[in-house]
T-cell receptor, first 109, second 114 residues
Framework: GQNIDQPTEMTATEGAIVQINCTYQ??????LFWYQQHAGEAPTFLSY??LDGLEEKGRFSSFLSRSKGYSYLLLKELQMKDSASYLC??????????WGAGTKLIIKP | DVKVTQSSRYLVKRTGEKVFLECVQD?????MFWYRQDPGLGLRLIYF???????EKGDIPEGYSVSREKKERFSLILESASTNQTSMYLC?????????????FGEGSRLTVL
């Protein structure tokens, strides 16, 4: 079956760095997405990886290893506004998205 | 500013009632999707549409139907609401020609069925 695993909840300190991991098992692979969702709001797009390696976008970076079925989202210089859920989703061979349950990130001062 | 608008943020309905959830996007996107989001579960796809008048079943279509009469509007219909359809419903759209196919989501409609 198809599956996405990510931690349910993580806690980090303001100003620090946090890495949110995601492992996936899909029938074929056509890219991996990260979305951010603040409580009560719509998910918003953060990043897309289809090739191995690290993609950096400001304070946020996303990494992909296709051979390991693994991705992570790296958040640097954490701010209180980064408190949110982070959703990992992989696109399968039919270009359908398989979603993880999301990681709730709590930032403490 | 691009936008996906869902008609109702909060609804309370009774078991057996017919429920309409409306979604409108202003980005001229070809693709539109309806998901439900429940605690502890990933987003689950109910129905999607790649073109006007066209619809495809997602992973959990039972108990739902959809309508896409115009490109910008995608409606989700619960013919006879049941308590297990209490959930957050998210509409999304994407461009068929976009490089990443990123989704743009609406704010969500939280439905409670009593």
């Amino acid at each position: 079956g198809q599956n996405i695993d990510q931690p349910t909840e993580m806690t980090a300190t303001e100003g620090a760095i946090v890495q949110i991991n995601c492992t996936y098992q899909t029938s074929g692979f056509n890219g991996l997405f990260w979305y951010q969702q603040h409580a009560g709001e719509a998910p918003t797009f953060l990043s897309y990886n289809v090739l191995d390696g690290l993609e950096e976008k400001g304070r946020f970076s996303s990494f992909l290893s296709r051979s390991k079925g693994y991705s992570y989202l790296l958040l640097k210089e954490l701010q209180m506004k980064d408190s949110a859920s982070y959703l990992c989703a992989a696109k399968d061979s039919n270009y359908q998205l398989i979603w993880g349950a999301g990681t709730k990130l709590i930032i403490k001062p | 500013d691009v936008k996906v608008t869902q008609s109702s943020r909060y609804l309370v309905k009774r078991t057996g009632e017919k429920v309409f959830l409306e979604c409108v996007q202003d980005m001229d996107h070809e693709n539109m999707f309806w998901y439900r989001q429940d605690p502890g579960l990933g987003l689950r796809l109910i129905y999607f549409s790649y073109d006007v008048k066209m619809k495809e079943k997602g992973d959990i279509p039972e108990g739902y139907s959809v309508s896409r009469e115009k490109k910008e509007r995608f409606s989700l219909i619960l013919e006879s609401a049941s308590t297990n359809q209490t959930s957050m419903y998210l509409c999304a759209s994407s461009s068929g020609t976009g490089e990443t196919g990123e989704l743009f989501f609406g704010e969500g409609s939280r439905l409670t069925v009593l």
